[in-house]
């Protein structure tokens, strides 16, 4: 972001997010597979080969983006004064009340998904990741989506009309969970 205009920052961001929503969607129904086929420590090889090989082309391929002469050496009391800024700053945390509102629901799903599908819907683990993968794949849409209304509309359009919309499925899955539909 420190790379870029505003308007070319929201849409790479978007398109770092398809690549993230990628992720799960892919490796999940991989994890089961390889947990069948391996133990449950198949998956976690798997996970720390793949984990080793990100390292090593993060520190051997991608470059330090602020100019040597711009960087500063680590201070505590200087990164606490930075911090202190930010969080008087309203558009700054706007953004990190939005961010961290949705990152935390993605957490809750993630973290009771799996028991909500199998438990109570009888889903084997495989069927289960497949649904999750399709739950990523509707998030690398949202993140495609995103992206190309960032170009036309602005980031902060995009951003506050996509908090309305998690803020009325949020609402939609309570009144279907609490009625019984769902």
């Not at 849409?11 to 086929?37: K, Q």
């Not at 809750?108 to 289960?128: C, D, K, M, R």
């Not at 995103?146 to 602005?154: D, K, N, P, T, V």
Request: proline fraction near 5%; aromatic fraction near 12%; charged fraction near 10%.
């Amino acid at each position: 972001s420190d790379l870029t205009e505003p308007k070319e920052t929201a849409r790479a961001f978007a398109t770092l997010f398809v690549i993230i929503g990628l992720g799960p969607a892919i490796a999940n129904p991989m994890g089961a597979l390889l947990t069948e086929w391996g133990g449950w420590r198949a998956p976690l090889g798997a996970l720390g080969a793949i984990s080793a090989v990100m390292w090593v082309v993060a520190v051997l391929r991608i470059p330090e983006s602020l100019p040597r002469a711009q960087r500063h050496p680590f201070k505590l009391s200087v990164l606490a004064k930075n911090l202190g800024l930010l969080l008087r700053e309203p558009t700054f945390m706007g953004y990190t009340v939005a961010f961290g509102a949705g990152y935390a629901a993605m957490m809750v799903y993630i973290s009771s998904s799996a028991f909500i599908a199998q438990e109570f819907y009888g889903l084997t683990p495989f069927l289960y990741s497949l649904t999750f993968a399709l739950g990523s794949l509707s998030f690398v849409c949202g993140a495609w989506i995103s992206g190309r209304f960032s170009a036309r509309l602005g980031g902060e359009t995009v951003l506050r009309r996509a908090q309305w919309l998690q803020l009325g499925c949020a609402v939609l899955a309570l009144v279907l969970a609490f009625s019984g539909l769902l």
